[in-house]
């Protein structure tokens, strides 16, 4: 009898022995779990990232400027494309006197596609770096890092409404991102309904170009720009090229003369005066019907300004720039700037047009 309650005292102790076991297991995977998170990016890779992030980097404009937007304390550096753009361009201001003296005291970095320094992304100390889809070297980055390397996206045009919402779910700040997210979606199917009620065959050809500074190029499908041309019901005439994702795709004066565009969309005033003063374009419909024309300033294509370069390249395409969408572009401006922003724009600047690059 004494054996059997000893047998008994033991199997007893050896069962709490292993419950105090597993409990103790069970709370180190539930304090691992609750000590990370996990995103599934734009090229559907599954990133665990810090459930607490306070350091950010972005490796392209946009998503730099998604972090500024809704994380501006946790962006620990500019690249070198957002610089330019934003703090020192002189044709153009974006940013607030104060918010362009902020960002100017951070390091600047490289962008993915240029002047990329891993070293130095390294020494910054990010909990996670955003960079872009197009970016083929984000796994080989993430391993040497060994830094968490999240994809978003800028291209078609919709996709920017996930790359807020992922950027805001990142830095913990969804309510704001959901601002952003939900005036980009609210004005995409503003337009989509617009072009919806033109016929294919009713659509103008349009060319852009002028990107970079050359005139004889052009932009595929699934540029930001290109998707602008077709959300707003026109053709894009370099969905024709095979190179669907190039912003600047080489193209001859016997294939813009083959096309023969009903309306020419350059990028700066520089590049238009190109076209007007060059006696190889004049016999193209565009040029002598005088429709060649230059987003504003304040509005192009591409970036993060595109969605109001659809409300304008809409305008044009189906109204023929008239009154009644002038007033709807200036409204969605002086919407967008103070949300995107955090400033103003004013009338003289909604008018102007970029006249340099």
Not at 25 to 48: E, H, L, M, P, Y
Not at 86 to 95: H, P, V
Not at 209 to 229: P, Q
């Amino acid at each position: 009898m004494q054996k059997l309650r000893a047998l008994k005292v033991s199997v007893v102790c050896l069962a709490v022995v292993m419950a105090l076991v597993m409990l103790s297991g069970c709370q180190k995977i539930g304090k691992a779990n609750s000590s990370s998170n996990s995103i599934t990016d734009f090229d559907q890779r599954t990133v665990t990232m810090p459930a607490q992030v306070n350091r950010v980097l972005g490796l392209h404009p946009v998503s730099t400027y998604a972090i500024w937007r809704l994380a501006p304390d946790k962006l620990i550096s500019v690249d070198w494309v957002f610089q330019w753009m934003y703090l020192q361009s002189t044709s153009t201001k974006y940013l607030s006197d104060a918010d362009i003296a902020k960002l100017s005291k951070l390091p600047v970095t490289g962008t993915f596609f240029a002047k990329m320094n891993t070293e130095q992304v390294i020494s910054l100390k990010p909990d996670v770096i955003i960079t872009l889809d197009s970016d083929i070297n984000v796994d080989k980055l993430q391993q040497q890092a060994k830094i968490p390397v999240v994809a978003v996206g800028k291209e078609p045009l919709s996709g920017y409404e996930d790359t807020f919402r992922m950027v805001g779910k990142i830095v913990g700040n969804g309510q704001e991102a959901d601002k952003l997210a939900d005036f980009w979606d609210k004005t995409l199917k503003t337009a989509q309904a617009e072009t919806a009620k033109v016929p294919d065959s009713k659509k103008l050809k349009v060319f852009y170009t002028g990107k970079l500074g050359n005139v004889l190029t052009t932009v595929g499908k699934n540029t930001i720009m290109g998707s602008v041309i077709d959300m707003a019901g026109g053709i894009n005439l370099g969905d024709q090229l095979s190179d669907t994702g190039n912003e600047s795709a080489t193209v001859s004066m016997e294939q813009i003369l083959a096309w023969n565009p009903d309306i020419i969309i350059v990028a700066t005033e520089g590049g238009k005066q190109q076209i007007m003063n060059d006696p190889r374009w004049k016999n193209l419909t565009a040029v002598k019907e005088g429709k060649v024309y230059v987003p504003p300033q304040y509005g192009d294509l591409d970036s993060v300004q595109s969605i109001l370069g659809l409300v304008w390249t809409q305008g044009l395409l189906l109204h023929n720039n008239d009154a009644a969408s002038k007033a709807y572009l200036a409204q969605e401006m002086k919407a967008y700037y103070p949300l995107f922003f955090n400033r103003q724009i004013t009338d003289q600047q909604i008018n102007q047009v970029c006249t340099q690059l």
